[in-house]
């Protein structure tokens, strides 16, 4: 039976990698080939179905569906990334900070990210472009600030009952300090841990960009993004509705491939879930 | 429990004092001029200053700040620039659709997700929990505004049950003005009732393994009996907390979906706000969102120590 739940776990870890792959794969070509410009507008070839020429067919502007759905997944990547990175380092710095020094620092660091939770990324990035305009470095912002406090909390928990070893005590009766000891002893053994929140973390983020960028305060034109797509597909809806179907599909699979990926890895770094499972 | 819920009602006025400094730092003292930030550096210098006078910016913000939580004690939000009405009225109209809405799709989530969750755990390893974690998985990856739009092209251009969007008003006839809810809760809802099933069903699972439980087994119990009577009660612990954590990302959702049915709510306001840089709405809608999942958050928790007394006297 726990073969059974490990086996499945497997599939799915195999299917998020296999699905991530041909994203990150994607988006590298993209950089120096697509079937056409994704900007580039060609108003008599509009609001084509699929062919030969143009595979999932033109918008209303006659651009290609195709191109713009590649490029669109690899700014969407390169935000997400970059989002999850910011909270990633910050949040990991705040998390172990508060676990190794404890004390009124931690309490501090902690209520900090209690009240974070009561901005979503979305309030962040209304806050943001109220002031700065819309953009994708406001998008990031948003977004990264928000995965900050989710960090903080799992390095600190994870943290927490690694001070608690017997190697720690050991350690420090060899004199080591605390930033020594985080970083030889504490870091290493959660990085498992941060690698599977990073993961399901990055799936968030790909929602958040395309819920952003439907909202149009995420990627600007003419830079595609997959939520601006599916926005201006809603006008088009009862003459091209396959335009609204691609996008969706996309941002979908995408967040599939990374939550896959991240509960695969989860089984590998705590098999005792796995047999739950 | 008197002194836990003293302890959490400080702390909950500590952090809504916090987060109307936030929203007030953002948007009034670090853009410099908000004034200017409103009406672009075209605008001529008289309406700037005559906007200025009305926003108070020759006061110094301390004393902007302040001015600004008096009024929000009184229930005074301040008059919107774009509507020219007070932003309380404004406020009060859009909750009539955004809070039922939002009702509406927590009651569907919970009514869809916990039998889900625990009829999979039931089933533990067999095909029906297979299937209902598929189709958990499914609806976590889909994005709220993409199932929305799914909806109205099936249901609203193909099928002609809904309208693809607008809001009749409550007064007018209330029947259409739920129906027009209906497909927004439902967008809302699916995504959320995913992740509620799956925490559902762990925390069930979680609680089959429990002494307590075995000991209902050796009584005589039958395994569904011990399921529905004791597992799943205690198991509603951690599912009561996801929904509190989820209410912010419910919220959220309900500002994108409002806009892809031109549902006039909340989140359509403040939408409309930022666009038109209305940033006296801006602020105070903000702010009302972000104390709104704070005080869900803080009902939880005194919920939470209600069921379970040993979380009074934790840390």
Excluded at chain 1, 20 to 28: F, N, P, Q
Excluded at chain 1, 226 to 254: D, H, K
Excluded at chain 2, 56 to 66: E, F, M, S, T, V
């Amino acid at each position: 039976m726990a073969s059974q739940g490990l086996a499945r776990g497997r599939a799915g870890l195999a299917t998020g990698i296999g699905l991530v792959l041909v994203l990150v794969a994607t988006s590298l070509l993209s950089l120096v080939w697509t079937p056409y410009p994704p900007a580039d507008i060609d108003i008599p070839s509009r609001l084509q179905g699929p062919s030969l020429a143009h595979w999932l067919g033109t918008d209303p502007f006659g651009r290609d569906v195709a191109s713009m759905l590649i490029v669109g997944g690899r700014n969407s990547l390169a935000i997400a990334l970059t989002a999850v990175f910011v909270g990633l380092v910050l949040g990991v710095g705040l998390g172990a900070a508060a676990a190794a020094s404890g004390g009124w620092f931690s309490d501090v660091i902690m209520r900090l990210a209690d009240f974070t939770f009561a901005f979503p990324a979305l309030l962040s990035a209304i806050l943001i472009t109220a002031v700065l305009g819309p953009g994708a470095i406001n998008a990031v912002l948003a977004i990264g600030i928000f995965n900050i406090p989710v960090f903080a909390r799992v390095t600190r928990g994870a943290a927490l009952q690694i001070w608690g070893r017997d190697y720690i005590l050991a350690a420090r009766a060899a004199g080591k300090g605390g930033l020594s000891i985080t970083v030889e002893h504490v870091l290493p053994n959660v990085a498992g841990l941060l690698i599977v929140q990073a993961s399901l973390q990055f799936a968030l983020a790909i929602l958040a960009e395309a819920g952003l960028s439907y909202l149009g305060f995420g990627t600007q034109p003419p830079n595609p993004s997959w939520g601006r797509m599916l926005n201006e597909a809603q006008t088009f809806m009862r003459a091209a509705p396959l335009l609204a179907l691609f996008p969706g599909f996309a941002i979908a699979v995408s967040v599939l491939a990374f939550n896959l990926l991240g509960d695969g890895l989860r089984d590998l770094v705590d098999p005792k879930l796995a047999r739950m499972r | 429990m008197i002194a836990f819920v003293l302890r959490r009602v400080l702390g909950l006025a500590a952090t809504l004092a916090a987060a109307s400094l936030v929203v007030f730092v953002v948007l009034e003292v670090l853009p410099g001029d908000p004034a200017l930030v409103m009406l672009g550096t075209e605008a001529q210098p008289q309406t700037l200053a005559l906007l200025r006078a009305e926003m108070g910016l020759d006061q110094p913000a301390p004393q902007r700040y302040l001015a600004w939580v008096a009024g929000l004690v009184r229930g005074d939000l301040g008059l919107s620039y774009t509507y020219r009405v007070p932003v309380g009225e404004l406020v009060v109209q859009r909750l009539a659709v955004t809070l039922p809405l939002t009702v509406l799709a927590i009651s569907l989530s919970t009514a869809l997700a916990i039998p889900l969750g625990v009829f999979a755990a039931a089933r533990h390893r067999r095909w029906g929990d297979s299937a209902i974690m598929a189709f958990a998985q499914m609806g976590m990856a889909i994005p709220n505004f993409w199932l929305a739009l799914l909806l109205v092209l099936v249901f609203a251009v193909q099928l002609g049950w809904f309208s693809a969007g607008g809001f009749p008003g409550w007064s007018d006839s209330p029947g259409a003005a739920f129906k027009a809810l209906v497909l927004p809760a439902i967008a809302l809802a699916l995504p959320q009732a995913a992740i509620l099933a799956r925490v559902t069903r762990s925390a069930v699972l979680d609680m089959m393994g429990e002494d307590f439980v075995r000991t209902a087994r050796a009584k005589g119990l039958s395994r569904d009996a011990a399921l529905w009577r004791h597992a799943l009660r205690n198991a509603l612990i951690p599912v009561l907390t996801i929904m509190g954590l989820q209410f912010s990302f419910l919220l959220a959702g309900a500002v994108i979906v409002e806009n892809v049915f031109y549902l006039p709510g909340l989140g359509r306001l403040v939408f409309q706000a930022v666009s038109q840089r209305d940033l006296i709405v801006v602020k105070n809608v903000v702010l009302l969102l972000a104390a709104t999942v704070v005080i869900v958050n803080f009902i939880v928790d005194l919920l939470y120590a209600a069921v379970d007394p040993r979380l009074r006297t934790g840390r």
